[in-house]
């Protein structure tokens, strides 16, 4: 069973979400059905990626940042989050109690012990705070972790 992490951006506008879905579901379906994702479930990528691989018959483990991780969440995708992680077959669970930066970055680089490639959905721009999906890229390939970057053409961010 290949292990594969995500990281990725949020607050997608919904037609870059769908160009998403279809692009991370292509990348799964490579892989066959033997997956186990590792995720920690934000909105964005995270859920994307998280939804498709149980779709597609892998498994889904969740790594939380925090305590507060899911309070810190927009209030839209908090049902989304319960749902994703009430169905992960294992969870990973941070000792933070708030939900900073620092605890994101702890949680993307714990997925990468465990993972054997890092799907990041990335538009190849730096990371807007510390811990976001550029500095876990970069963090994966100085373990050299191999990064698949899913960006599809006629994606954007806002």
Known sequence: MVRIAVSGHRG?????????????????AEYGPE???LSCLADGADQIFARAVLDLGGVLEAVIPAEEYRDGLPGECQAAYDDLLGRA?????LDFVESTA??????????LDDAEVL???WDGQPARGYGGTADV???ARR??????VIWPDGARRD
């Open 137 to 139: 890229v970069a963090e």
């Open 102 to 111: 620092e605890s994101h970055m702890t949680a993307s680089a714990r997925m």
């Open 89 to 93: 077959v294992r969870t990973h669970r």
């Open 12 to 28: 997608l506008p919904e037609e870059t979400a769908v160009l998403i879905d279809g692009a991370v579901r292509q990348a799964l």
């Open 119 to 121: 799907f990041a959905v």
């Open 35 to 37: 997956v186990a994702g």
């Open 143 to 148: 373990r050299e972790v191999p990064v698949r």
